[in-house]
């Protein structure tokens, strides 16, 4: 039998690869196949730090029999959720026809044609609790297939017809202090946080409410700071500093113990603007000292389970205090490199290192950004390990995320080029769509098969791809003057602004940038040699707008690559200047500053 896994990209396929069921990689060979055998195909779709993946792959995928009874009677194909999000998204759409516990792992059984019939998660090898045997399920989709083509076919095209006629949302203006009320009367309480079990830190939303709070608003403000504060005391917090994914009780006990670069990537940035050093420091690192690879870059999560005295458990290694750690093998990591998410890294560490004035995460953002340009381009891949590239496409939230990203690295850094390729991404992103698209397309399996549908623009652990491209788009035209940029980013949070007043609490990254499209564009600019200049200092901590601190050199830099912000703006060697700006017309130069303090008061 072909081991075809053995040379995957993803962590996850590899893991697979030995496994006695006949595994295919995503792509058009295992339909082609199916088609040509003329049996369903089980598309079986997990993620390396999932347990219930492991649990599953432990239980029924390595038993002998029960892969040569799968192996005879279908085609199976072996998908990584974070590197096939489009391919998770579609049939994580067609799953919930069958079942409303969606979750990973995801096991869809379709057609040829790629059309969900049947869908379920994690079924046990024997019948337990109500729970049918994986067995079981395996003979009623066989059977069915069998005795009931027509009506099978039926139901997988009638599923596919209803997820390409999605209803489109119509715009409206959002009212930001109802939702601030709205957020507030979903909170707990009692324990922080919002809502019930399980709990999740919902980092998008507490860096609106965050930033929100930096511009004035003392609700959002204070909303913001509790949960935070509580989710830090929290058993969700490791004591090493990172946040695990989620805690299974209201009270923020028993973790889901997997941590992801994502939600830590969000959280860095909060904690450093909301004023929690200490606890921001914690998360940074973390960062840097486990997620970090080689070379830079961040891996994408770190597992739940681990071996600890001789037993692989979920968890145990967590429940272990530092000295009894270092005798232990930690969690393995999923050392994929996405786009997308090591660009929130990269924004993350690049807003805490610029708020907290730790160069060092700055110089962790920086490599990372290095390495990404390097391996992965502003022709983006979606991911890579070890430099083996993935075949899956990049996504619009591979093209924000990392644009973002790059913007703050180049506030933080004053280094303009990291801006231009930011701006590459975007102005890519912008003649691919309207208002924005991905550039080359999307999964063309799927787009063959006519199966792709409506991209989720809600916000749930992490922006969306175009809540992601809309506020890169937002932080350009405030860099550049470039007007389309911010338009597109009006129009692209139009689709969702009436979806986000109702529902605050699954976009907060869009509420974030409907947020900033709604304030007054100020901007302060400070050009000196010396980075430790007082006004500089200032700046950085300022919360009146975008600020940004460039040596004389840098501010020519900037100019010569058409940001218009920094058009004229020099100073006498050895002093500081100060503009203070509002929709790109700036006030008379500022070298005093206690003048500067004044003003900006």
Partial sequence: MPHRLAGAAS???????????????????????????????????????????????????????????????????????????????????????????????????????????????????????????????????????????????????????????????????????????????????????????????????????????????AAAAALAARCLDAMAASDLRDTDGGFFRYATRRDWTEPHYERMLYDNAQLVASYALAGRAEIATGVAEFLLTTLQLPGGGFASAQDSESTVAGRRVEGGYYALDADSRASETPPALDEKVLTGWNGLAIEGLAIAGRVLSRAEWIAAAHNAADRLLDWHGTSLVRASVDGTVSRARPTLEDYGMFAGGLIELAISTGEARYAVAARTLVDDAMAAGDPFGVPGGQDPVLAAQGLLVAADDSDGAYPSGLSAIASAAVRLHRLTAHAPYRDAARAAMGRVAASASRHPLAHGAALGVLSELARPLRQLVVVSDDPDAPAAARARSWHGGLALVVSRAQAAEWTAQRFELLEGRSSVPGVATAYLCEDFVCRLPVTDDAELAALLT
């Avoid at 009874?69 to 391919?87: G, P, S, T, W």
């Avoid at 596919?160 to 009367?185: N, Q, Y």
């Fill in 11 to 217: 962590p996850y396929l590899r893991s697979h690869a030995d496994n006695p069921v006949d595994w295919w990689a995503w792509g058009p060979e295992p339909f082609a196949e199916a088609a040509r055998r003329d049996v369903p195909v089980l598309v079986s779709i997990g993620y390396s730090t999932c347990h219930w993946c492991h649990v599953m792959a432990r239980e029924s995928f390595s038993d002998p029999q029960l892969a040569e009874y799968m192996n005879a009677n279908l085609v199976a194909i072996k998908v990584d959720r974070e590197e096939h999000a489009e391919v998770d998204a579609t049939y994580l759409a067609a799953a919930g026809a069958f079942t409303q516990n969606l979750g990973w792992p995801l096991n869809v059984f379709v057609t040829p044609q790629g059309r969900a019939f049947y869908a379920g998660t994690y079924w046990p090898p024997i019948a337990t609790q109500g729970h049918p045997a994986f067995r079981e399920i395996l003979d009623a989709v066989l059977q069915a297939w069998r005795d009931r083509r027509q009506e099978v076919e039926h139901n997988g095209d009638l599923i596919a017809e209803a997820l390409a006629t999605r209803p489109e949302v119509t715009s409206a203006e959002v009212d930001f202090a109802s939702v601030v009320s709205d957020l507030g009367a979903q909170e707990d309480l009692q324990y922080g946080g919002f809502g019930g079990a399980p709990k999740f830190p919902v980092a998008p939303v507490l860096r609106m409410l965050v930033d929100r709070g930096r511009g004035g608003d």
